[in-house]
């Protein structure tokens, strides 16, 4: 089974309107943790915000959120007020214990001016 | 905080030729390192990982190996390569305390 699935390849959005970008993961320990990057094409990976699974409130970064529904294993990535330069692919990830990461296959986000 | 550096940046070789990557980090010790590779329009596959010199875990067999020579060096090898090594290959280090993962600039692999 995938530990990581992101069902959206390409997403659009208006350039100022928020989007959601979807992930659920596959674990059955307790004790993980969850990471969004952004890889522009330029090829660098940007880490962008992290989720641990004993975190009781729903992780913020500026125009970054998380929304974490623990009992459905998924972990969106908010992005609010949606700029050009958002214009890349995104990758939900896992750790696991033992400081294993899977990642998934990414969603390709595009920013309509 | 830490800055990886990998070079070369992009590597051009004929199939059955040998591969050899080479990732350095700056600014951490004793970090935990990691090899991913990512096929065009994929994402990220974990190769191998480091927790200290000379202790190597492979998660996916393969025709590559790896090895961390010094506890701020990790070098990605291949003694023949394949068509299907073609790729975007990532070094990363382990960031604290999350062990977020920090990456360098990565090196794009064509084997013809």
């Known amino acids: 089974a995938q530990k990581i699935t992101q069902t959206q390849p390409g997403m659009f959005v208006q350039e100022k309107e928020a989007v959601t970008l979807d992930c659920t993961y596959d674990?059955?320990?307790?004790?993980?943790?969850l990471f969004w990057y952004k890889q522009p094409s330029s090829g660098e990976m940007i880490f962008l915000i992290y989720?641990?699974?004993?975190?009781?409130q729903n992780a913020t970064e500026g125009r970054y959120s998380l929304n974490f529904q623990k009992a459905r294993k998924s972990a969106n990535l908010v992005i609010s007020a949606s700029q050009l330069g958002d214009s890349a692919m995104y990758f939900c990830?896992?750790?696991?214990?033992?400081?294993?990461?899977?990642f998934g296959t990414g969603t390709s986000l595009t920013v309509i001016p | 905080s830490q800055t990886i550096h990998q070079w070369p940046a992009t590597l051009v070789q004929p199939v059955g030729s040998p591969l050899s990557l080479e990732c350095t980090v700056e600014?951490?010790?004793?970090?935990?390192l990691y090899w991913y590779r990512q096929a065009a329009g994929r994402g990220l596959q974990l190769l191998f990982y480091s927790i200290g010199i000379d202790q190597i875990s492979s998660e996916v067999p393969q025709n590559l190996s790896a090895s961390r020579p010094q506890d701020r060096q990790f070098i990605l090898s291949s003694k023949k390569l394949l068509l299907s090594d073609s790729g975007f290959y990532l070094c990363a280090c382990g960031g604290l305390p999350l062990n977020e993962q920090f990456f360098g600039p990565g090196t794009r692999l064509t084997v013809l």
């Open positions: 600014g951490t010790s004793n970090p935990n």
């Open positions: 674990t059955s320990d307790p004790s993980y943790g």
């Open positions: 990830a896992m750790r696991e214990p033992g400081n294993q990461f899977y």
């Open positions: 989720q641990g699974s004993y975190d009781q």
